[in-house]
Every structure is written in structure tokens, then in C-alpha cells.
């Protein structure tokens, strides 16, 4: 888990990096994932690499979380034929059947009825996999949070619904939008096992999710993940949002201190090899980066190629 943090942490910070560049060669909208990564990679360690995943607008960390490969990803970021997407996704609209991610949507809560769906269809095979649907807080505004929820509840469904409540909405705060900002309450009212966790804490993540996983392979219906953390940039972009009045410095900065690699990084003090890892990790990025650069555009006669069925 540790290994896989940093590597989104890199990642993430490696876009920036090129967004704030005077070539800014990347042309597609990136919604980094920094200070979120203990969300994905805890509940994607629990999984089986068979088993579902949803995702948003931001989810290069649950790619790689999942498995996904770094070089296809960055190639994807980069709009070119060997991306995940076949370079027609960019950063929003990844897809990785091989690994289990059957789609990343930039509608807002889009994931949630998708994963809902993919669960009935898991139950109608008796194949015993499991859905998960990556959420922000934003979503719960929507009617198919709440249609989801029913059905998956009704009919015992094996989804894991796992809201990732960065605090704000786009770039509006959660108590400016919902009643009731306590997001593990609304679903406990369908009668689902529902919990509000640290998000920074990997660890928790990971023990909160193999419990749902497991119950839900069981056939004992869904559960509801609330994972508190924060991104550390912001909604879209390598900036922070300080700028605009959105939030304060000293908000971002108690964030910060709570850093989830850090936490996790404090569990494993008897290991020798963090600068060695992490030179590791670097290397990877670069290079899949330069190979991204380098790759080819899709045909232009592929564009409307695998939007209809043929």
C-alpha cells in the first residue's frame, strides 16, 4: 500500500509539475489526486483483481490503485494510441477491463448506478465478484445516489458504495450544499452497514473495506464506506485555490499535517529502503512519461471507432 501511495503521489506530482511548465504539453483537464491516495489504494487492496471498480473525474489513483498500468496511464494522459483509453478517455475517462475498472465518468455520480448495475449482474451470474463505486460528497446531491442506495439495499446487492469527502463540491463547501453533512447517516437509513472513517489512514481504509468485501461476497447485501480527507490542490488543475478565496491557507496547511503517506510511512520505521523505493518509483514515471511523449495519436479515422456496438 505504502509503495502504491507514493507512486500515485508522484504521479500526480508530476502533472503538475508539467501543467505549471511553459510547455504544458498536456492538454486534457487533470483532477490531481494528492492527499486522497489512502482512499483508493486502502479499499483497491482489498479487492480481488476480478472484482469492479467505478471511478470520477478524478482517478488516476484508483487506476493505479487497481493495477493499472503506469505507462498506459501516462500515455492516456497524453491523448495517444497505447493509453488505457486508446488515447479517446484522457485523464477523466479511463478504462481497464483486464484489471476491473469498467469506466471512470465525469458526470457527477455517475459511478454510483453503474456499480449498482454491475453488482445485479454479479448476482444474477452468482459469480461472486464485488462492485465498488468511488464517489466525492458532491454526489450525494444527485436522485441516483439515493435510487442506488434503495436498490442495492433491497436486493442485497455486493456493492461497496465509498464516498471520498474531500469537504468541498467543485469549489463549494459541503455545508453550503447538504443538510445534512454526515453522508454515513443518509445511508444508514437504508438499512446498510454504514461508516465514517479517516481517509488519510490506509490501514483503516483497508480493515473497513475487507469487512465490507467480505460481507458482501457472503450475498449480505452493500455497505457505505464515508472517507474523510481532503485534496490538497485544487478542483481542477496544479493550483491550489488559495487565490481565489475558496479556502484558507491555515485549512490547507491542517490538511497537510495530516498527510496520508506520512501516517502510513510512521507504521514502517524499521524499513531501510524509502529513498531507494522512491528513486524507483521516479524512474518509472519518467520514463513512462518520455515513452508517452514519443507515442502516436490515435488514427482520426478510429474516432468514432467503439461508440456504437458493431
Known sequence: MYWTMI????????????????????????????????????????????DYIFGTHRSHGCYLAKGGNLR????????????CSGGNGGSMHLIAPEIG????????????????????????????????????????????????LNLASLYKLSVIFVCENNLYSTHLPIEKCLANTNISQIAKSF??????????????????????????RRGQGPSFIECLTYRWLGHVGPNDDIDKGLRSQAELDSWREKCPINKLEKLLVGN????SLHQQIDQ???????????????????????????
Open 7 to 50: 507512486l500515485i503521489r508522484r504521479f500526480e506530482e508530476k502533472i503538475a509539475s508539467i501543467l505549471r511548465s511553459p510547455e504544458k504539453d498536456i492538454k486534457t483537464p487533470c483532477h490531481l489526486y494528492i492527499g486522497q491516495e489512502a482512499v483508493a489504494v486502502g479499499v483497491c487492496a482489498a479487492l480481488k483483481k476480478t
Open 101 to 148: 475498472l469498467l469506466g471512470t465518468s465525469a458526470i457527477v455520480g455517475a459511478s454510483i448506478p453503474l456499480a449498482v448495475g454491475a453488482a445485479l449482474a454479479c448476482k444474477i451470474k452468482r459469480d461472486h465478484r464485488v462492485a465498488v463505486a468511488f464517489f466525492g460528497d458532491g454526489a450525494t446531491n444527485e436522485g441516483g445516489f439515493y435510487e442506488s
Open 72 to 83: 498506459q496511464l501516462a500515455a492516456e494522459i497524453y491523448c495517444r494510441a497505447d493509453g
Open 272 to 275: 531501510k529502503n524509502f529513498c
Open 284 to 310: 518509472a514515471i519518467e520514463t513512462a512519461f518520455k515513452i508517452a511523449r514519443q507515442s502516436p495519436y490515435p488514427d482520426i479515422k478510429e474516432l468514432t471507432k467503439k461508440v456504437f456496438k458493431e
Open 191 to 216: 438499512k446498510m452497514p454504514a461508516h465514517r472513517i479517516d481517509g488519510n489512514d490506509a490501514v483503516k481504509v483497508y480493515q473497513t473495506a475487507r469487512v465490507a468485501v467480505s460481507r458482501a
